[in-house]
C-alpha cells in the first residue's frame, strides 16, 4: 500500500465507519497517547523497564500502526499530502545532513 493509498482508505474508513473525524486537537492527544503506548513498549522491551503481567500480551506493530493511523488522520483534516511532505524532508535531509552524520565522530566505529 502507499502513503497515498493508506490516506484514501483512512478517509474512507472515517466517513463510513467511524462516522466523522475527531477534530484536530482530539486526534492530536491521541496521537500522543498512542506514541506514549510505542513508548512503554520499547522502554520494557528494549530498555531497562520490565513487562507487567498487564503489559504481556503488547503489541509492537499493532501500536505503531495506531501512531500511523492517527498521523494520517490528522494529514487528512489539514490537507497534507504525506507522499508530498516525506518526498521534500527527504529532500531537505539529503542536502543539510549531506556529511553531517559521516563526519559525527559519535557515529564512527571504533
Request: glycine share 4%; net charge negative; proline share 0%.
Amino acid at each position: 500500500m502507499t502513503i497515498k493509498e493508506a490516506q484514501e482508505q483512512v478517509d474512507k474508513w472515517i466517513n463510513t465507519t467511524g462516522i466523522r473525524y475527531f477534530n484536530e486537537l482530539t486526534n492530536t492527544a491521541i496521537l500522543m497517547e498512542e506514541v506514549g503506548e510505542v513508548a512503554r513498549i520499547m522502554a520494557r522491551k528494549y530498555g531497562e523497564q520490565s513487562f507487567k503481567r498487564s503489559d504481556e500480551q503488547v503489541n509492537l506493530a499493532d501500536e505503531m500502526a495506531d501512531v500511523l493511523f492517527v498521523l494520517i488522520c490528522l494529514a487528512n483534516q489539514t490537507g497534507i499530502d504525506l507522499t508530498d511532505a516525506l518526498t521534500k524532508n527527504l529532500e531537505k535531509k539529503n542536502i543539510r545532513d549531506a556529511d553531517r552524520h559521516r563526519n559525527n565522530e559519535k557515529l564512527k566505529k571504533g
